[in-house]
C-alpha cells in the first residue's frame, strides 16, 4: 500500500483542501498509488447532485457557471467544479482559461475548482474526470458542477456522468441542419439560448422547441428552452430554477438510481478500457510483428482489420 | 501508465489591463506540452494563491507592466509560503528594473524574467527546474 496514497485518502475524507487538490493531481496523472486512494475513499464517497453543463467555446458555459456556484454557494452550499478543456493533440498541452470567467470565486469558503485537460479523451471526458467526482464526493461536497466543450458531435459521455444536462446554445453558430445533427437535442435535458439579444435568438429558440415537441420523450421530461443573457445576468436565476426542478423530477420519478448506476457501469468501462489499452495494445506498439502488419497493410497486401484480429487471436 | 504535465498558473495581479505578453507566453508553454491555467486580468494575490492551491500547479508566472510588482508579487510568494507552498517554482516578468529583479529574486523568487526573453528559454527553464 503506498503510504502517500493513504495519506491523501485520510485527508481528502477528513476535507482537507491540499489533500484533495494532491489527490486530484495523482488521479489524473495515473501515478503510483492512484488505484489505492481511489479505494481507500470509496467507502466515503457520498452520493451528491451532478450538474453537467456543455455547449461550444465561447457560448457562455464559464460565466454561467459562474453566476450558479455563487448562488448555491451563497445558499450554504459547497460545491466542486471540474471545468474541463481541450487538449492539443498535436503538442499534449492545454490553455485552461475557464477561470477567467470564475476568479470572483477564488478563495471563497466552501468552493472548490478544478480545471481539468480533456487529454485526448474521446467523447469529452477522461476516466480521471469521472474519478475526480468520487474524490470530491469523498471530501464532502453538497453539489458538483462539470463543465465541458462540446464540439457538439461526440458529447455523449457527459449524459453518464451527470444527473442533469444542460446544453447551452448562441444564435448564428450554424443553420438549422447543425443543431439537427449535433446530437445535443438528445443529451440535454435544459436548452438554454445564451446571448439572446444578439439576432437570430428567436429563430434559434422556436427552432428547438419545434424540435423538441416532436421528439418522443420517454421520461415524462419535456425540455424547457431558456432564453437568457448570461453577462448581464438576465434570466440565470430562472435556468437555475430549471435545474433544481430537473432534479425533483428525477427524484420523484426514481430515476435517480438509474443514473447512478449508469455512471457506476460508465466508470467501470472506462477502468477496463485503460487497462485494456496499458496490457494489450502497449506492449504490441513498436514490435515486430507490428512494424510487418504496418508495412503489409501499406503493400495492400491485408487490411488492417485482418491484422488487428490476427495480433488478437492469433490465428488468421 | 502514468501521463504526467507540468501544470502551470499565469496570473495577472493589480490593476493592470496588459496582457498579451501573459497570452503569448501561455500559448508557447502550452506548445511545449504543458496544462495552462490562465487566470485573466486584475486578480488578487489572495484569489492567485489560491488557484495555485486548488490547480496543484508545480509553476506559478506572474506578469506585470504596471510597476506595481514590488508589492503585488512579494505579497504571493509570502502567501505562497505561509500556505506551505514554497517548493512552487516561481516566476515572473514584465516590465521590472534590474535592481527590483534582484531584489525580488532574492525575497522568494526564483526567477524574473526580463523583456527580450525568449519563450524557447522560459520553457528551458521550467522544464529543467520542474524535472530537477
Given at each position: 500500500m503506498s503510504k502517500q496514497a493513504s495519506h491523501l485518502a485520510r485527508g481528502i475524507i477528513q476535507?482537507?483542501?491540499?489533500?484533495?487538490?494532491?489527490?486530484?493531481?495523482?488521479?489524473?496523472?495515473?501515478?503510483?498509488?492512484?488505484?489505492?486512494?481511489?479505494?481507500?475513499?470509496?467507502?466515503?464517497?457520498?452520493?451528491?447532485?451532478?450538474?453537467?453543463?456543455?455547449?461550444?467555446?465561447g457560448v457562455g458555459k464559464s460565466t454561467i457557471t459562474n453566476y450558479l456556484v455563487d448562488s448555491l454557494a451563497k445558499s450554504g452550499e459547497r460545491i466542486g467544479v471540474i471545468a474541463v478543456d481541450p487538449t492539443s493533440p498535436f503538442s499534449g498541452g492545454a490553455i485552461l482559461g475557464d477561470r477567467v470567467r470564475m476568479m470572483d470565486l477564488a478563495g471563497k469558503e466552501g468552493i472548490f475548482i478544478r480545471?481539468?485537460?480533456?487529454?485526448?479523451?474521446?467523447?469529452?471526458?477522461?476516466?480521471?474526470?469521472?474519478?475526480?467526482?468520487?474524490?470530491?464526493?469523498a471530501f464532502g461536497v453538497d453539489r458538483i458542477l462539470v463543465e465541458t466543450v462540446g464540439v457538439g458531435q461526440s458529447e455523449t459521455d457527459i449524459v453518464a456522468l451527470?444527473?442533469?444536462?444542460?446544453?447551452?446554445?448562441?444564435?448564428?453558430?450554424?443553420?438549422?441542419?447543425?443543431?439537427?445533427?449535433?446530437?445535443?437535442?438528445?443529451?440535454?435535458?435544459?436548452?438554454?439560448?445564451?446571448?439572446?439579444?444578439?439576432?437570430?435568438?428567436?429563430?434559434?429558440?422556436?427552432?428547438?422547441?419545434?424540435?423538441?415537441?416532436?421528439?418522443?420523450?420517454?421520461?415524462?421530461?419535456?425540455?424547457p428552452v431558456l432564453k437568457l443573457i448570461a453577462s448581464t445576468g438576465q434570466n440565470l436565476d430562472k435556468l437555475l430554477g430549471e435545474m433544481h426542478r430537473h432534479q425533483d423530477f428525477l427524484k420523484k420519478s426514481n430515476q435517480r438510481e438509474e443514473k447512478e448506476k449508469m455512471r457506476n457501469e460508465m466508470a467501470l468501462k472506462m477502468h477496463l478500457q485503460a487497462r485494456f489499452q496499458d496490457l494489450f495494445l502497449g506492449p504490441l506498439l513498436g514490435t515486430s510483428e507490428w512494424e510487418q502488419a504496418v508495412k503489409s497493410i501499406g503493400r495492400r497486401e491485408r487490411s488492417p482489420a485482418y491484422w488487428a484480429e490476427k495480433m488478437i487471436t492469433g490465428s488468421d | 501508465m502514468a501521463q504526467n504535465k507540468?501544470?502551470?498558473?499565469?496570473?495577472?495581479?493589480?490593476?493592470?489591463?496588459?496582457?498579451?505578453?501573459?497570452?503569448?507566453?501561455?500559448?508557447?508553454?502550452?506548445?511545449?506540452?504543458?496544462?495552462?491555467?490562465?487566470?485573466?486580468?486584475?486578480?488578487?494575490?489572495?484569489?492567485?494563491?489560491?488557484?495555485?492551491?486548488?490547480?496543484?500547479?508545480?509553476?506559478?508566472?506572474?506578469?506585470?507592466?504596471?510597476?506595481?510588482?514590488?508589492?503585488?508579487?512579494?505579497?504571493?510568494?509570502n502567501l505562497l509560503q505561509e500556505k506551505g507552498?514554497?517548493?512552487?517554482?516561481?516566476?515572473?516578468?514584465?516590465?521590472?528594473?534590474?535592481?527590483?529583479?534582484?531584489?525580488?529574486?532574492?525575497?522568494?523568487?526564483?526567477?524574473?524574467?526580463?523583456?527580450?526573453?525568449?519563450?524557447?528559454?522560459?520553457?528551458?527553464y521550467i522544464k529543467d527546474k520542474v524535472n530537477e
Open positions: 476535507g482537507k483542501e491540499k489533500a484533495l487538490a494532491k489527490g486530484l493531481t495523482m488521479v489524473e496523472n495515473r501515478n503510483d498509488g492512484y488505484r489505492e486512494l481511489l479505494d481507500e475513499i470509496y467507502s466515503e464517497v457520498k452520493n451528491c447532485p451532478i450538474w453537467g453543463l456543455t455547449g461550444a467555446p480545471s481539468m485537460a480533456s487529454r485526448g479523451a474521446l467523447g469529452g471526458l477522461s476516466p480521471a474526470i469521472m474519478d475526480a467526482v468520487s474524490l470530491y464526493q451527470a444527473d442533469t444536462v444542460t446544453v447551452i446554445m448562441m444564435p448564428g453558430t450554424g443553420d438549422d441542419v447543425q443543431t439537427i445533427k449535433a446530437g445535443l437535442l438528445e443529451i440535454g435535458n435544459i436548452f438554454v439560448v445564451n446571448k439572446a439579444d444578439l439576432q437570430g435568438a428567436e429563430t434559434l429558440t422556436g427552432l428547438l422547441q419545434s424540435m423538441l415537441s416532436s421528439k418522443n420523450s420517454p421520461d415524462d421530461w419535456a425540455p | 507540468i501544470r502551470v498558473l499565469i496570473a495577472k495581479p493589480g490593476l493592470d489591463g496588459h496582457d498579451r505578453g501573459a497570452k503569448v507566453l501561455a500559448q508557447a508553454l502550452r506548445d511545449a506540452g504543458m496544462e495552462v491555467i490562465y487566470t485573466g486580468l486584475r486578480r488578487t494575490p489572495d484569489q492567485i494563491v489560491s488557484a495555485a492551491i486548488q490547480e496543484d500547479v508545480q509553476v506559478v508566472g506572474l506578469s506585470s507592466l504596471s510597476g506595481a510588482h514590488n508589492n503585488l508579487f512579494q505579497k504571493v510568494a507552498y514554497e517548493d512552487v517554482l516561481l516566476i515572473g516578468g514584465g516590465i521590472i528594473p534590474e535592481k527590483d529583479r534582484k531584489q525580488l529574486e532574492k525575497a522568494g523568487f526564483d526567477r524574473i524574467f526580463s523583456p527580450g526573453t525568449s519563450t524557447e528559454d522560459i520553457v528551458e
